[in-house]
């Protein structure tokens, strides 16, 4: 990754305000990359059915690529970031190959533009949050924005508005388990911010732990309440600070209040034998694993494993629909074969690697653990979850490539 001079500023406390108008390198795209983040958490189509019109999140990101090519003609140097934006590119290359042999073409092309804006995610943060200030603007937009599913997902819950007896929002968080693994990995990102910010704003952030929470365990989530415990525990590891242990203690007293009372859900972590949703779990691994050995260059097709899924579903499993592998790195493997597989498992091997030699940077230390904590989230969730055509996982990329770029510096 290159290391053209980059203006740090001075490790004062930050606050949701915004970024100081002192300084002038913020630039244009950067501002519009925050308004994205809000309109991608708010799904106003969603909640606001006429915004839909104006496609308010399109205009926002046309904008925002228009203003980064004009100040890249404007001199400014863009980074691609080596090697994650090589490896991500090799991963939508793959992707987009597998289209050709997709089972069903057009289902696949659906899902790589998709894909194109989530990996366009990663180009936007590398370049246009390349401070620590910037970055934790970043962060606090994400946290922001974060409060609206997670209130809305509380919120179905308390008025029973419920899909197999479990709580979730609309549109990208109409999944409850995404809904979990979204909010969970955010917990290290309110760590950091906590640390190095002031009183107020620590109990801001505390506020909203307190509202993700019961909203990741109204999921009834087992893999979103196994990812938070491994983000807590990891991220307390790695960074010690007293902020951190009170948002762990929070935490644990949250994890025991609500799952010892609340826990509602047919299917707990006993009795997993007999378990037909874990059971159904463990089948798309199964299947994705069948596909990748019948398709092992370019797989099924991007997005397509829910279509093949009748097609490889063990024969003695019912279920009520065509089910998505449940295993992000299965699905990885099941839908792109091992020309995707290769560059998707480098990509998050190597962001966990260079997370961890930023976490080790004294100056840096709390940001680079944020990002690690943050990375092992979705690794972890991952395991039970596809997430692949999700925006979470390029948003953490993101982070992590402009985190390096601040550690060159430093």
């Known amino acids: 990754m290159s290391t053209s001079a980059v203006r740090i500023p001075s490790p004062t406390s930050w606050t949701p305000s915004a970024v100081e108008s002192s300084d002038e390198s913020t630039p244009v795209s950067y501002w519009l990359l925050l308004v994205f983040l809000l309109l991608l958490y708010a799904n106003l189509p969603f909640v606001l059915p006429a915004t839909e019109v104006f496609r308010p999140a399109k205009i926002v990101a046309g904008a925002a690529i228009v203003a980064l090519a004009c100040e890249a003609m404007m001199g400014r140097s863009l980074k ?20 050709v042999t997709a089972l069903w073409p057009g289902y696949a092309a659906d899902a790589l533009s998709d894909l194109v804006k989530m990996a366009l995610m990663f180009l ?18 994400m946290l922001t924005g974060a409060l609206l599913p997670a209130a809305g997902t509380i ?15 609309v549109g990208i968080f109409a999944n409850p388990n995404e809904v979990a693994y979204s909010l969970v990995i955010l917990l290290p990102l309110a760590a950091y911010l906590a640390s190095v910010s002031g009183w107020f704003a620590r109990f801001v952030l505390l506020g909203m732990v307190a509202l ?20 807590v525990v990891i991220y307390a590891w790695r960074h010690r600070n007293i902020w951190v242990y009170a948002m762990l203690a929070v935490a644990i007293a949250g994890a025991m209040a609500l799952a010892g009372r609340y826990w509602s859900r047919g299917e707990d972590f006993s009795q997993l034998n007999g378990d037909v949703s874990f059971r ?14 019948d398709k092992p260059l370019l797989g099924v097709g991007l997005g397509c494993s829910v279509v093949a899924w009748p097609l490889y579903a063990p024969k003695d499993l019912h279920t009520r629909g065509a089910l998505i592998t449940h295993n992000t790195f299965v699905q990885v493997l099941s839908e792109t074969g091992v020309l995707g597989a290769m560059p998707f498992l480098l990509l998050v091997a190597l962001c966990l690697y260079h997370a961890r030699k930023l976490a080790l940077q004294p100056k840096i230390a709390g940001l680079g653990a944020a990002v690690e904590g943050a990375l092992w989230g979705f690794v972890v969730c991952g395991m039970s979850g596809g ?15 402009a985190a390096r770029l601040v550690g060159e510096t430093e």
């Open 212 to 231: 993700y929470l019961p909203a990741i365990f109204v999921t009834f989530s087992r893999g979103g309440l196994v990812g938070l415990a491994a983000v």
């Open 80 to 99: 691609f970031g080596w090697p994650e934006g090589i490896l991500l590119a090799g991963f939508v290359g793959a992707a987009a190959l597998s289209c």
């Open 387 to 401: 997430y692949v055509l999700t925006w979470f996982p390029y948003l953490l990329f993101g982070l992590l490539g």
């Open 280 to 293: 159904e779990r463990l089948a798309t691994s199964q299947a994705g694993l069948e596909m990748f050995v």
């Open 124 to 141: 936007f943060l590398t370049n246009c949050a390349a401070t620590e200030k910037r970055l934790r603007g970043v962060m606090w937009i």
């Open 155 to 169: 919120r179905n819950y308390l008025t029973g508005n419920l899909y197999e007896e479990r709580a979730s929002w």
